[in-house]
C-alpha cells in the first residue's frame, strides 16, 4: 500500500513537471527578480508572477483549471515568464530592497485576497489582477498584457 502511494505521488509529480516544467518557477526555488527581469528582455518576454497560498480554493482552481487550459498554457510559454510564488513554500525572494520569505514578501506586498497575478516590468509591478479568474478570462488578459494596451486602456475597454 505505501509503495503504491508513493507511485501516485511521483506520478503527480512528474506530470506537474511535464506540465508547468518549461515555463513555471519551481516550487522551493529562490526568487531574483533582477534575474528574471534580466531574463524577460533577454527573452522578449513579460514577467507574469501568480501569488498564491496553499489553502485557497480559488487559487487550485485556477491552477488546476486556468493554467491547464491548452490556449492559456500555450500563450504563457510564448510570451511570458511565468513565475509561481506560493506563500507556503520555502524559499527567498529578492524585490527591489526586499529580501525575505515568500511568506514575508506576500506581506511586504500587503496581500490579503489570493490569488493574485502580477505583470512585472523592470522590476516595477506594472498591473495587478486579484481573484480567481477562469480559463477565458485570464486569456483576455494576457492578450491584455501582451500588446501593452493596459498603457493606453483600462482591461473594460481593452475586451469590448
Not at 505521488?9 to 516550487?27: A, E, M, P, Q, Y
Not at 487550459?69 to 530592497?97: A, C, M, P, R, T
Not at 490569488?115 to 522590476?123: A, T
Request: proline residues 1%.
Amino acid at each position: 500500500m505505501k509503495r503504491n502511494k508513493i507511485k501516485i505521488l511521483i506520478l503527480l509529480l512528474s506530470l506537474n513537471i511535464f506540465l508547468f516544467g518549461d515555463f513555471i518557477n519551481k516550487v522551493d526555488q529562490d526568487i531574483d527578480f533582477k534575474k528574471l527581469t534580466a531574463q524577460s528582455i533577454k527573452e522578449n518576454k513579460q514577467l507574469l508572477i501568480f501569488f498564491h497560498t496553499t489553502y485557497c480554493p480559488y487559487c487550485e482552481r485556477m491552477k488546476d483549471r486556468t493554467f491547464n487550459d491548452k490556449e492559456v498554457k500555450e500563450l504563457l510559454k510564448k510570451d511570458f515568464i511565468f513565475v509561481d510564488i506560493n506563500i507556503d513554500d520555502d524559499g527567498i525572494v529578492s524585490y527591489q530592497n526586499f529580501k525575505d520569505t515568500k511568506f514575508r514578501f506576500g506581506e511586504y506586498l500587503d496581500l490579503s485576497i489570493y490569488p493574485v497575478v502580477f505583470l512585472v516590468e523592470d522590476e516595477e509591478i506594472s498591473y495587478e489582477i486579484r481573484g480567481y479568474k477562469n480559463s477565458s478570462q485570464f486569456r483576455k488578459y494576457l492578450k491584455y498584457f501582451k500588446t501593452k494596451s493596459y498603457e493606453e486602456l483600462d482591461f473594460d475597454e481593452f475586451k469590448e
